[in-house]
């Protein structure tokens, strides 16, 4: 990875820069990695934690990609039935196949405790998906295709429906730090701290813990390096558009890659006024 020199940058910019490209390199690597997985391993489900707006769904998604592995994005941001509904398609359509599930944004399914057994359940012991209320008229709202899923995975004497999943493989991009040991060690520790915990003992747990001024240099070295949607903006405006992330970094609305992305498409757009849309529209 190398990345773009600037005679633009302060000596601290262009360290933040530095120290954000290998944290962004590293989670390159780490895609490849997960793209390498071996079913017979027991730990081979991945959680990775960071802010949002880095990127660590559409890099990991995108080393599958180059690597074949079959893989099968889903919103872990619904409810508890709806995230069945969506294991229960992919069981139905790939029986027999390993599915690598990426499991993008974990705020719903993880947000309490009866559902994080949920989720420890299907990552080990039964490795499977077991949602244990009356379906009632939940199943007219899907469309065709969900419900003969439903229907399939229905079993005779229990409530709701199971879907195994000892042939899926999941990642977890996740906006949450998952609690460490020493943090559960606590009389006072909430319960839904302590099964947290016991997801990342499931789990290779990856976590980018960054400093603001770091998560800047990530966003800046996708944009000075990596993103092609930005290569019709001159080398000069995308400084400027890192420079005035950084200077306002506190002030700004949002903070991704995709902010800096629709500054540079401001540009594009409005050669004569970008600045005074940056200014307008991006800081609080």
Known sequence: MTTMTTNTFTPDMIKFLE????????LSILGNKISNFDTNDEYNHSYIYSVPGLGKTHTVNDAMSKNGINYVTISGNVSMFAFGVQLALINYMCPDQVTVVSVDDCNEILKDTSNINIIKNILEGNRQFHYQKML????????????????HHIVEGTTGFVVPTNKMVFV?????RLPYDDEVNNKKV??????LNAIRNRC???????EPKVQWGWIADVIL?????????PKKIKEECCIFMYENWDNMKTKSIRTAKMMCEDYINNKEDYQFIWESEYLK
Do not use: C, W
């Open 172 to 176: 977890f991009t996740a906006n949450e």
């Open 136 to 151: 009632g008229g939940l199943i007219s709202q899907l469309d065709e295709l969900q419900q003969r899923a439903i229907q």
């Open 190 to 195: 909430k319960d839904r701290m302590i099964h």
């Open 225 to 233: 390096n990596v993103v092609p949607p930005v290569v019709k903006v």
């Open 204 to 210: 290779r747990v990856y976590d980018f813990v960054l």
């Open 19 to 26: 120290v954000g490209s290998k944290s962004r390199k590293r």
